[in-house]
C-alpha cells in the first residue's frame, strides 16, 4: 500500500510530493475527511496520536491547547474534528509510515521510495 494524506492548499505538502516524484494514491484530507479507522491505523504504526498531532497549526494557539494538558484521547478526538491538526504530510508505504515535512522524515520517505 502507499498511500499520501495532505492538504491541496498546503504548498509544503505540493513541494514534499512533488519532489519525491510521488505516485501512489493520494487522499486530501479537506475534501476526504480521516476515518477513526484510518487515524487508528497511522497511530499503530507511529507508536503514538501525540506523534501525528500538529502543534504548529494556528488553531493550536487560539483555542489554549498550548496551555492544557492534553492526553492521547485528546490529541485523537482533535485530529479527527479539525484536518489542520494532523501533523502533515503523512506517507503510508506497506508497514512504515512517514509523518511530517523535516527534512530527516523527507530523506527517509525518498530512500523508501527507492528501495
Given at each position: 500500500?502507499?498511500k499520501a494524506?495532505?492538504?491541496?492548499?498546503?504548498?509544503?505538502?505540493q513541494?514534499i510530493?512533488?519532489?519525491?516524484?510521488w505516485?501512489?494514491?493520494?487522499?486530501?484530507?479537506?475534501?476526504?475527511?480521516?476515518s477513526?479507522?484510518?487515524?487508528d491505523?497511522?497511530?499503530?504504526m507511529?507508536?503514538?496520536?501525540?506523534?501525528?498531532?500538529s502543534?504548529?497549526?494556528?488553531?493550536?494557539?487560539?483555542?489554549?491547547?498550548k496551555d492544557k494538558?492534553l492526553?492521547?484521547?485528546?490529541?485523537?478526538?482533535?485530529?479527527?474534528?479539525?484536518?489542520?491538526?494532523?501533523?502533515?504530510?503523512?506517507?503510508?508505504?506497506?508497514?512504515?509510515?512517514?509523518?511530517?515535512?523535516?527534512?530527516?522524515?523527507?530523506?527517509a520517505?525518498?530512500s523508501?521510495?527507492n528501495?
Amino acid at each position: 500500500m502507499k498511500k499520501a494524506y495532505h492538504l491541496a492548499q498546503c504548498s509544503t505538502c505540493q513541494r514534499i510530493l512533488n519532489d519525491v516524484n510521488w505516485k501512489g494514491q493520494l487522499q486530501e484530507i479537506r475534501t476526504e475527511k480521516i476515518s477513526e479507522e484510518q487515524l487508528d491505523q497511522m497511530t499503530k504504526m507511529s507508536g503514538s496520536y501525540e506523534s501525528l498531532f500538529s502543534r504548529r497549526a494556528l488553531k493550536y494557539k487560539s483555542m489554549g491547547l498550548k496551555d492544557k494538558a492534553l492526553g492521547e484521547a485528546d490529541y485523537r478526538q482533535l485530529i479527527l474534528e479539525e484536518d489542520t491538526f494532523l501533523k502533515r504530510p503523512v506517507f503510508i508505504i506497506n508497514d512504515k509510515i512517514f509523518v511530517g515535512n523535516s527534512k530527516k522524515t523527507i530523506e527517509a520517505l525518498s530512500s523508501a521510495l527507492n528501495e
